[in-house]
């Protein structure tokens, strides 16, 4: 088992700057692939950003240039910084890992979610 903390969520200024972080604790041995998901109001989750044990970095297109996601070594950390926020990034955001490639979307351990919330 993988427990996952999140921490970092509030509220900020469009154009600001907010910084996600994420621990994980347990079996983290086997852990490949870290992400962060968002899921908004009245919408479906969505990917944000994953890091793989290979070092190979995803994010989704809206984020590209603004999101810079880092891990540690150890793959026990995961840090979102988020640049230049925008009103449509709020949305809960949660941590997410398994053992399996990123590419496979295998996520079977997930954090409590932080939310984050953007103001014009």
Same mark, same amino acid.
């Given at each position: *088992?993988?427990?996952?903390?999140?921490?970092?969520g509030?509220?900020? *200024? #469009?154009?600001?700057?907010?910084?996600?972080?994420?621990? #994980?604790?347990?079996?983290? $041995?086997?852990?490949?692939?870290?992400?962060? $998901? &968002?899921q908004? @109001?009245?919408?479906?989750?969505? *990917?944000? #950003?994953?890091?793989d044990?290979?070092?190979?970095?995803?994010?989704?297109d809206?984020?590209?240039?603004? $999101?810079?996601?880092?891990?540690?070594?150890?793959?026990?950390r995961?840090?979102?910084?988020?640049?230049?926020?925008?009103?449509?990034?709020?949305a809960?955001?949660?941590?997410?890992?398994?053992? &399996?490639?990123?590419?496979?979307?295998?996520? @079977?351990?997930?954090?409590?979610?932080? *939310?984050?919330?953007?103001?014009s």
């Amino acid at each position: *088992q993988v427990h996952l903390e999140e921490s970092g969520g509030g509220s900020v *200024q #469009a154009g600001g700057t907010l910084t996600l972080s994420c621990a #994980a604790y347990g079996y983290t $041995f086997n852990i490949d692939c870290m992400g962060w $998901f &968002r899921q908004a @109001p009245g919408s479906a989750r969505e *990917q944000v #950003a994953t890091a793989d044990s290979h070092g190979t970095i995803t994010y989704t297109d809206s984020v590209k240039g603004r $999101f810079t996601i880092s891990q540690n070594s150890a793959k026990t950390r995961l840090d979102m910084q988020m640049n230049n926020v925008k009103p449509e990034d709020t949305a809960i955001y949660y941590c997410a890992t398994g053992p &399996r490639p990123c590419q496979e979307g295998d996520f @079977p351990y997930w954090g409590q979610g932080t *939310q984050v919330t953007v103001s014009s």
